[in-house]
């Protein structure tokens, strides 16, 4: 009797959301129709499950230097060959992931909430408020997004952490400008306005009502741009700006490697191309997610 | 001020104006005057209609009625309490008594909630009950509007305009305010569904004895719904009176010429078109004198320089027209 009460209750509960489980097989069924974004899904979830099971894989200590055999080229011992200070660069490369996913989801992170927190508040109050916290923004977008990060990160000094902030400092007004739209576009919505007629503070009409509207443009541009935040914390390391030696992070040790270039090109090139990889899957990724959330496209 | 206990809402020379910024520096050069000084009292249980073509400040009165849209000048008082200067405790304990259904019934609800989050949420702003008494409380709600418990975990796209506009009734009537603005609650639902809306207002205004007003622009809705009727042009009241008298003697021109514009199901009846000549004037420079003239087939010097006001022609029945007494017989 009580197992048929619970049975009716789950067979109620997935009648109920049947019109959500369908939009989710539209949405994967938009997916498989794209063979990019495929490509780009598999090529993050790798890098991901590299990332996780990086000591697993990597044969040797990443850090542990060896100089007996140093400058050794790609050989079945040392898939990736090793550096001038006898490193094996396959392992490196393969931790090298783990400094990668830290930056990409803690940059994702703090850039995503100041921007958005930032451009809802702009966009809902307006006036006085959205002049001003849009002029702070637009002073950050007046400069070259990587010259700034590099003034950030030498002001603060090298290292990991003021690597991840500097990089936040300089992409959260990408979000911003993103959420404030829609703020702006939903405040004028009767929905709100019902809201404010049943009484509702300005706090709960932004937090549980503006805020879920301007999530999803941003976390589509997010995607979009994990791929450029990985270039630009490559880039820091490149300048020596980011992460500091010994630690395993793919510009640094493709810096690591261009005073050797011409005779042992497997220092730069291999971390080199982890670089790309990941960066084409997010970008590949990014656009199909854009594209499968695009309205039009949907049903 | 006449304290009277027949007496919901008092209006009292209610004006908004909302201001036109342009030139390089947005000053103010201008001001739309969307409601221009209106008097008028909304009595306890009626349903008291607001006639008039777009723009001509009907909205901009429920909205105003409701603060949720300060007013410029005048006062509106709820049940004895002046709301233009009430205090934010105050002005919360007031909007339990007071709601609105809008016109739109697919952009009044949230997009992304579920039903019902969206009918509980007044209970989550002014009640401190559980998740399981306002759960409760929704399922009630939604069935004396006509709609069953399984709708309360869906979200609103998976409904019909009419059942859409079933939940946003529910969503104004589950606090069971005294007054609703009903601001063109069928405009924007098929002919067959428009009537079991209306139907069920009036039900619900029996069993939770509501007051209404009822913002429209289709008089067959009015003919239907409401007990009084105000007819609006430019942001003035023309005429007010009971229903009967607005439309078996309509006086002021204007009211004439809307009433002739009610389409009469009748392939084979012919009848005589009264149209008004031109346009609604700009409301930002409105005519000096009678609003009308520019229109009116009546038009005589006098309306050009006086402005008219709302006279008494019998019971109550009022007319703002300098010849009413030749017009009406």
């Known amino acids: 009797m009580k197992q048929d009460t619970l049975s009716m209750k789950w067979k109620n509960f997935v009648e109920s959301r049947k019109p959500l489980i369908d939009d989710w097989k539209h949405t994967a069924y938009l997916w498989r129709k794209s063979k990019l974004t495929m490509i780009g899904t598999f090529v993050i979830v790798a890098f991901i499950i590299i990332a996780i099971f990086a000591p697993f894989i990597a044969p040797y200590d990443p850090i542990a230097q060896d100089l007996s055999k140093r400058l050794q080229p790609p050989s079945s011992e040392h898939l990736f060959g090793t550096d001038q200070f006898g490193r094996d660069i396959f392992s490196r490369v393969i931790y090298g992931s783990r400094i990668a996913i830290q930056i990409i989801v803690l940059v994702s992170i703090i850039s995503g909430g100041i921007g958005t927190l930032v451009g809802v508040f702009a966009g809902y109050f307006g006036g ?172 | 001020m006449v304290t009277n206990n027949n007496v919901l809402i008092e209006i009292n020379s209610l004006k908004k104006y909302f201001p036109v910024r342009s030139g390089i520096f947005l000053r103010v050069k ?28 009907k909205t901009t009165i429920g909205r105003t009625i409701l603060h949720l849209t300060e007013p410029t000048d005048g006062e509106v008082v709820f049940e004895g309490k002046n709301l233009t200067n009430a205090s934010k405790e105050e002005l919360m304990q007031l909007r339990k008594g007071m709601q609105i259904v809008f016109q739109n019934p697919y952009t009044s609800l949230h997009p992304r909630k579920l039903v019902k989050d969206i009918v509980g949420e007044p209970l989550k702003i002014h009640t401190n009950l559980s998740s399981v008494e306002i ?26 305009g009419g059942q859409r506009q079933r939940i946003a009734v529910a969503r104004a009537i589950i606090l069971k305010p005294k007054f609703i603005v009903l601001d063109e609650p069928t405009s924007a639902l098929d002919v067959s569904v428009q009537a079991r809306i209306l139907n069920l207002l009036n039900e619900l205004k029996e069993e939770l004895s509501l007051t209404y007003l009822f913002i429209t622009h289709d008089l067959a809705v009015v003919d239907y719904m409401a007990d009084r009727v105000a007819v609006m042009y430019l942001g003035k009241i023309v005429e007010l009176g009971k229903k009967d008298d607005i439309f078996s003697k309509p006086t002021h021109p204007y009211t004439r010429v809307l009433e002739a514009a009610i389409p009469i199901p009748d392939p084979f009846f012919k009848k005589e078109k009264i149209l008004p000549k031109g346009e609604v004037p700009d409301p930002a420079n409105p005519p000096k004198g009678c609003r009308f003239h520019t229109r009116c087939d009546y038009s005589i010097d006098k309306c050009e320089k006086v402005e008219p006001v709302l006279e008494n022609i019998e019971g109550e029945h009022y007319v703002a027209c300098h010849r009413w007494r030749e017009i009406y017989k």
């Open chain 2, 30 to 57: 201008k001001y739309v005057r969307a409601v221009d000084g209106v008097d008028l009292v909304i009595k306890r249980n009626e349903t008291l209609a607001l006639v008039g073509e777009s723009g001509c400040g």
């Open chain 1, 128 to 299: 006085v408020v959205d002049e001003v916290l849009m002029r702070i923004t637009d002073m950050f977008l007046a400069f070259p997004s990587l010259v700034l990060a590099m003034a950030f990160a030498a002001a603060m000094g090298p290292s990991l952490t003021n690597t991840i902030i500097a990089i936040s400092l300089v992409y959260w007004t990408v979000y911003a400008r993103l959420a404030r739209a829609e703020a702006l576009r939903v405040k004028n919505m009767e929905y709100i306005e019902a809201e404010r007629a049943m009484g509702a503070s300005n706090f709960r009409i932004i937090f549980s009502h503006v805020l879920p509207m301007c999530i999803s443009p941003v976390l589509v541009q997010l995607t979009l741009r994990m791929g450029t935040i990985i270039l630009t914390a490559a880039g820091l390391g490149f300048l020596g700006l980011g992460a500091q030696p010994p630690t395993p992070e793919w510009g640094a040790m493709v810096s690591d490697g261009r005073n050797y270039l011409v005779d042992q090109w497997w220092i730069s090139t291999f971390p080199g191309i982890a670089i790309a990889i990941v960066v084409l899957g997010f970008n590949l990724l990014g656009d199909g997610i854009r594209d499968m959330l695009d309205p039009r496209l949907r049903r």
């Open chain 2, 135 to 160: 759960l409760n409380k929704v399922k009630e709600t939604l069935e004396s509007v006509g709609l069953r418990e399984e709708h309360m975990y869906r979200y609103p796209h998976e409904f019909s």
